[in-house]
């Protein structure tokens, strides 16, 4: 029997990019490759990427330099480069990076092992198609192999919005729902091998329109579906857009149990202004009472966020709008990012705001945001929450896990073992854990 081929997969970008690696890896499983941890073990690197800000492109580029020398000791190296950038940049990678042996975008995945073949026939495979088939059926079943207690499911691809600053609609293309029957038995199947949580991703989840049993299915019926399945015993979905947060998807946060009390519903700006050349089209107004909606159907969630500072055009006055729309909601947890232009987009075309301008605005949002992430920790010391646990801490006896508001928790506690679910009282807060005791 000749050795299994050795793959390294690294991941950039958002978790439907670490959910695919999981799926090529099991793909390439197929041609004989395992995966391993480091690139110098490898057979074959694949970098999948991600195109949402320049940097993060850019970074594709030097991280591509660092194998040179890989390459010169083992010349039958396979460098392939999937996900955003591959879609957005296609040929020019290999024009750029010559040793680059394979571009396949987001949804070729399931082609891989036909274009692994190809190169090692010594030639170039490039796939940046949008084929009509769902390529996850044309990818093996999940492995049989027990797996952490938690996994991401994508349930939903590509975006449709054209938020006037964003690449996803043209790298990952059109609104894609699976069906409803496929969604479940991947479940089951996840569920079998040990899994208690799952995270439905898409880039637009809360449109997911999924073909069920009656016709098409939304995010709501989904879960309410998924809290059938005995065995999982926690829901969670992500990225939602306010403008498809449904009257029955805000009730089921306050009725399915399984699903978590924690919410990421970017809203990118709170100036009506910029919200409109943004292209979001909702107001600062309509998201506070949609907040007020979902908080009065579940007092307790937690929710989290994405904001852009310095979008083309944003005033002073129009940043101060996106400070007072944090303050008034009070966020648990967000992300924010200095505005990057896309080629291709919208936005691309107009005058920047001075760089030094949106560090300041991006420095005081963070610092506004950070405070209330602890103000929100520390009222979770005393409480009383559930944790499932992941993996071993770096103490004696110590297990580390999330709480249902998806807060990594420290416990002290022997004799219990990951994907245990253990009532936890929270003791401490860190920077970004939190310490608690079992109950
Ligand atoms: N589909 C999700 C998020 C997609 S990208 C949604 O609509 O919310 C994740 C985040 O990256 C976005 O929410 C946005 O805050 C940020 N982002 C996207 N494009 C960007 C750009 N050109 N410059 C800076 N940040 C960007
Ligand atoms: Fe990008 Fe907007 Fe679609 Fe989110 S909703 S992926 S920000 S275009
Ligand atoms: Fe990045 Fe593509 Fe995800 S651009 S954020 S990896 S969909």
Redesign the pocket.
């Known amino acids: 029997m000749s050795e299994a081929k050795k793959l390294f997969i690294k991941t950039y970008g958002?978790q439907m990019n670490v959910y695919d690696s999981e799926r090529m890896a099991e793909t390439l499983g197929g041609s004989g490759y395992e995966t391993v941890e480091t690139a110098d073990q490898a057979d074959m690197i694949l970098l999948n990427t991600c195109h949402?800000?320049?940097k993060a492109a850019e970074k594709i580029y030097s991280e591509l330099g660092r194998f040179k020398g890989l390459k010169a000791a083992k010349p039958d190296l396979k460098i392939g480069v999937a996900g955003c950038v591959a879609q957005a940049e296609g040929e020019e990678i290999m024009k750029r990076q010559p040793m680059v042996d394979l571009v396949v975008g987001p949804q070729s995945y399931h082609r891989l092992p036909e274009m692994e073949a190809k190169v090692t026939e010594g030639k170039k495979a490039l796939d940046t198609d949008f084929p009509e088939e769902d390529k996850f059926e044309h990818m093996p079943k999940r492995p049989k192999a027990s797996r952490g207690p938690t996994a991401f499911l994508t349930v939903q691809e590509g975006?449709d919005?054209f938020?006037a600053?964003?690449?996803?609609p043209y790298t990952r293309g059109a609104e894609v729902s699976r069906p409803v029957e496929r969604i479940l038995t991947e479940a089951r199947e996840l569920v079998e091998r040990g899994v208690k949580e799952i995270t439905l991703l898409?880039?637009?989840?809360n449109a997911y329109h999924g073909l069920g049993k009656d016709g098409p299915m939304t995010l709501d019926q989904l879960i309410w579906a998924l809290n059938d399945v005995d065995g999982l015993e926690r829901i969670r979905f992500?990225?939602?857009?306010p403008n498809d947060m449904t009257d029955a998807l805000i009730a089921a946060h306050g009725e399915c149990e399984k699903l978590m009390p924690y919410l990421?519903?970017?809203v990118?700006s709170g100036s009506d202004h910029i919200l409109k050349r943004m292209n979001r089209n909702h107001t600062a107004e309509e998201y506070i009472r949609l907040i007020e909606r979902i908080r009065a159907a579940r007092p307790d969630i937690l929710l989290s966020?994405?904001?852009?500072v310095g979008?083309p055009e944003e005033s002073d006055a129009d940043f101060e709008d996106t400070m007072s729309l944090v303050r008034e909601v009070n966020y648990g947890q967000a992300?924010?990012?200095?505005?990057?232009?896309?080629p291709g987009?919208p936005?691309a075309e107009r005058a920047l705001v001075d760089a030094a301008v949106a560090d300041e605005r991006l420095q005081r949002l963070q610092a506004l945001l950070s405070e209330q992430q602890y103000a929100v920790q520390d009222t979770m010391v005393g409480r009383e929450v559930s944790v499932l646990f992941e993996r071993e801490g770096r103490l004696e006896g110590q297990m580390v896990g999330k709480s249902e508001y998806l807060h990594a928790v420290h416990v002290t506690a022997p004799n219990t073992a990951r994907g245990d679910i253990r009532k936890v009282r929270i003791v401490n807060t860190e920077r970004n854990s939190l310490g608690g005791e079992l109950i």
């Open positions: 958002c949402i800000r320049e975006c919005k938020c600053f964003c690449v996803v898409g880039q637009n989840v992500t990225t939602s857009h990421h519903l970017p990118q966020g994405d904001f852009i979008f992300y924010s990012f200095k505005y990057s232009s896309r987009t936005a």
